[in-house]
């Protein structure tokens, strides 16, 4: 007998709706079949049996599941199954009728009234039977969208569960703009500040190694084995932050290409669940005009994320001359379990020097 859990395929959420299931109530199934859909809101995940052996069905299709919940069985025989009977107990009952699991969460997101489930007259209430009292609620309400919701929730993890700090450095990338034009012509690709700084962080990332990692329990903490960069996409379709994993191993132009890849699957909406695997670093993108600063936040898992601003102008006084310039504002929150200010600062001040000094061996990289 064994549990068909919601798996864990997105650090970044903490549920997934469970959208259909492919297989009946008590059907015959074999290990490495497909049994369920859900779906996230970035990606949809197809569930296998991991055993051979028949279906009890718990969760109901159309409902959001916390990562880690059980929405079925797989059992061999009918001792099993009135095993299954008892675990699975419902949530709420009372003299009147009994809700069940899937219920109570229908009724709680859609602020149904409990008065009114008991003039229903039934002895279980299930998500049908209620369904209809959604629709005479208030014309005024608007449902939050699932996606907000799980953004909110992990913002707020992020807030109560880490110590953050931050750092904000100013770059000048005139020159960078001038060399990076001239390598996307030459090489054919679209190049940007952007692919430039995923390429930058994943060569010095072996040098600071509480930026590229976890904290685990016992006050411990894990490197990560390779570099995997998430980067925050919104092309008005909702916010993604698909990974390009092992960035230390890719070069520009592979970079430049699985970046441009991530923005059409946005545009499509098309994203697969191993787009967003195992984040080590995030970066977020806030280069939208005369947008001076993006506050960070860091992701439950990860110890630092960066922000980049917009492009701006700027008169600088050289010599007896004065001249226009650009620069962009990097920000940096970190974790100050790991990270101080003082390893904050040399990150960012690395990464200036690469935009400032260092732009022009482009060709060499």
Known sequence: MKKINVPNVNNNET?????????????????????????????????????????KIIGQSGISYEFG?????????????????????????????????PALKFINDNNIDKEEISKLGLKIIKVKDIEHLANNLNSDLIKIDPKQITIGKTVTNSKFSIPDAFNLKKIYVKNAQKIILDYSEKNKIKLGIPELLIFKISRMIENF????????????????????????IDLGKGLFIPVI???????????????MDYKMKALRDSFKSE???NPSITI?????????????????????????????DEIIKDGDNFIETKYINLGLAYDHRVINGFEANNFLTNIKIFFEEE??????L
Request: charged residues 25%; aromatic residues 8%.
């Open 15 to 55: 549920e997934a709706i469970l959208n259909e299931w492919l297989v009946e109530d008590n059907s015959h199934v074999k290990k490495g079949d497909l049994i369920a859909v859900l779906e996230t809101t970035k990606a949809t995940v197809d569930i296998e049996a991991e055993e051979d052996g028949k279906i």
């Open 69 to 101: 919940s059980s929405i079925g069985w797989i059992y061999q025989n009918e001792s099993d199954l009135e095993i299954i009977y008892s675990k699975e107990d419902n949530s709420e009952n009372n003299d009147e009728y009994t809700i069940t699991t």
């Open 209 to 232: 190694h509480f930026f590229n990692g976890t904290i685990i329990k016992n006050n411990s903490f894990l490197i990560s084995q390779s570099c995997n960069i998430g980067v925050t």
């Open 245 to 259: 994993q092992n960035t230390e191993k890719l070069a520009i132009k592979e970079i430049t290409t699985k970046l």
């Open 275 to 277: 787009d967003f695997l």
């Open 284 to 312: 977020s993108l806030n280069m939208d005009n005369d947008t001076v600063l993006v506050q960070p936040i860091i992701f439950p898992g990860q110890t630092c994320m960066i922000s980049i601003s917009a492009i701006f």
């Open 359 to 364: 732009i022009n061996l482009i060709n060499k």
